[in-house]
T-cell receptor
């Protein structure tokens, strides 16, 4: 069974601080995605990484896929209150389209 | 553009009552469709997925069933709800455009079984 473990589960920081969220597995994934979800809404896709070692940047967010395609990280620089939410990583098998989700990291950024 | 509609947004149902949640997709054809359930503030558990009309795969044994009567319609049902069926239900379709691949989720249905 493929599992994705996210850490930390909860993170409460001050505006302007940096943070990193980790997503780890013992399984290899063909792709790894990061989603952000606000209360009462569906998750929204932030990025997809498919190549081992790949790094993608989305404004203040930096996403990295591990060389062996078993892990990923999300780094946020100078966090803002608008970054508050639940961050989910998800690993995919492109042939089936099914995604396995991590348990999520709840981020609170205080002004 | 592709959109996904899910309703109702919230639902309170008594134990033992039936359930029907509907999801429709617009702007695409033959999509892969998924039903997920989410516990409060946590990750998503895949319940069912469908690659075409009448084709349903169940991921976990449960009190729920799914059907796909039309290409862009996906329905989640139960004949008799249990308390443990409470949760946040999300419908999604998977897309692939060039090198980008991901899910688009509906806005979810908050189900409370009382």
């Amino acid at each position: 069974t493929q599992l994705l473990e996210q850490s930390p589960q909860f993170l409460s920081i001050q505006e302007g601080e940096n943070l990193t969220v980790y997503c780890n597995s013992s399984s290899v994934f063909s792709s790894l995605q990061w989603y952000r979800q606000e209360p009462g809404e569906g998750p929204v896709l932030l990025v997809t990484v498919v190549t081992g070692g790949e790094v993608k940047k989305l404004k203040r967010l930096t996403f990295q896929f591990g060389d062996a395609r078993k892990d990923s990280s999300l780094h946020i620089t100078a966090a803002q209150p608008g970054d508050t939410g639940l961050y989910l990583c998800a690993g995919g098998a492109s042939n089936t389209g099914k995604l396995i989700f991590g348990q999520g990291t709840t981020l609170q950024v205080k002004p | 553009s592709q959109t996904i509609h899910q309703w109702p947004a919230t639902l309170v149902q008594p134990v033992g009552s039936p359930l029907s949640l509907e999801c429709t997709v617009e702007g695409t054809s033959n999509p892969n469709l998924y039903w997920y359930r989410q516990a409060a503030g946590r990750g998503l558990q895949l319940l069912f997925y469908s690659v075409g009309i009448g084709q349903i795969s169940s991921e976990v044994p449960q009190n729920l069933s799914a059907s796909r009567p039309q290409d862009r319609q996906f329905i989640l049902s139960s004949k008799k709800l249990l308390l443990s069926d409470s949760g946040f239900y999300l419908c999604a379709w998977s897309f692939r455009t060039g090198g980008n691949y991901g899910y688009t989720f509906g806005s979810g249905t908050r189900l409370t079984v009382v």
